[in-house]
């Protein structure tokens, strides 16, 4: 069983589309978050929720959404795609908010044309 | 400001050699965390070690330790007996608090390459 699993992996898209990702967690974890890895592969983190409230928002575009159903989920939607959004989305989790190391999922590769 | 400084993009370390990789930071907050994750060329992102700002040892994990020099603001990562397989990026990350609770923030990353 994977414990942060994300889907898609990879996600080809024309700009203006708009487009989600799913993130899910089964460790148990109170916090999740989305770092967002550009080409030169710096990790930015983009936000983060502590059982289902929003505690970070790193001045993302307004055209990124996240929406946490509960604390073992957490989705990114992303409106109107823009050439500068090609990037890999991790999501990740933490047992608490200021404890213990991050788990990350996968990844989700989006390439925007 | 930048707050994880990682200045070597890439180092060579010859295979069962150690090497060391640094890591400077910058907080004004007492109590902190440091860690280190490696992502190899699939790109999963792989916790290494963690050091807490209030422990007097440094840590160490297997072949991992973690050089930590608080009054230097260093907490660089050693690999001992390198293997082809530690090839990877290699990035420092700090958790700290802010107004409103805590983010992990991570560094610009080094690239190792072991050599046969």
């Known amino acids: 069983d994977t414990a942060v699993s994300q889907t898609p992996k990879y996600l080809v898209t024309q700009m203006g589309n708009d487009k989600s990702i799913k993130c899910e967690q089964n460790?148990?974890?109170?916090?999740m978050y989305w770092y967002k890895q550009d080409s030169k592969k710096f990790l930015k983190i983009m936000f983060s929720?502590?059982?289902?409230?929003?505690?970070i928002n790193e001045t993302v575009p307004n055209r990124f959404s996240p929406k946490s159903p509960d604390k073992a989920h957490l989705n990114l939607h992303i409106n109107s795609l823009e050439l500068g959004d090609s990037a890999v989305y991790f999501c990740?989790?933490?047992?608490?908010?200021?404890?213990?190391?991050?788990?990350f999922g996968e990844g989700s590769r989006l390439t925007v044309l | 400001a930048q707050k994880i400084t990682q200045t070597q993009p890439g180092m060579f370390v010859q295979e069962k050699e150690a090497v060391t990789l640094d890591c400077t930071y910058d907080?004004?907050?007492?109590?902190?965390?440091l860690f280190w994750y490696k992502q190899p060329s699939s790109g999963e992102m792989i916790f290494l070690i963690y050091?807490?700002?209030?422990?007097?040892q440094n840590a160490t994990e297997g072949r991992y330790s973690l050089n930590f020099q608080k009054a230097r603001k260093s907490a660089n990562l050693v690999i001992s007996a390198s293997q082809l397989g530690d090839s990877a990026m290699y990035f420092c990350?700090?958790?700290?608090?802010?107004?409103?609770?805590?983010?992990?923030?991570f560094g610009a990353g080094t690239r190792l390459f072991v050599k046969a």
């Open positions: 907080t004004s907050d007492p109590s902190y965390g």
């Open positions: 990740a989790s933490s047992a608490g908010e200021g404890s213990g190391e991050l788990f």
């Open positions: 929720y502590n059982n289902k409230e929003l505690i």
């Open positions: 990350a700090m958790r700290e608090g802010y107004t409103g609770g805590f983010k992990t923030i």
């Open positions: 050091q807490g700002s209030y422990d007097q």
């Open positions: 460790l148990g974890h109170d916090t």
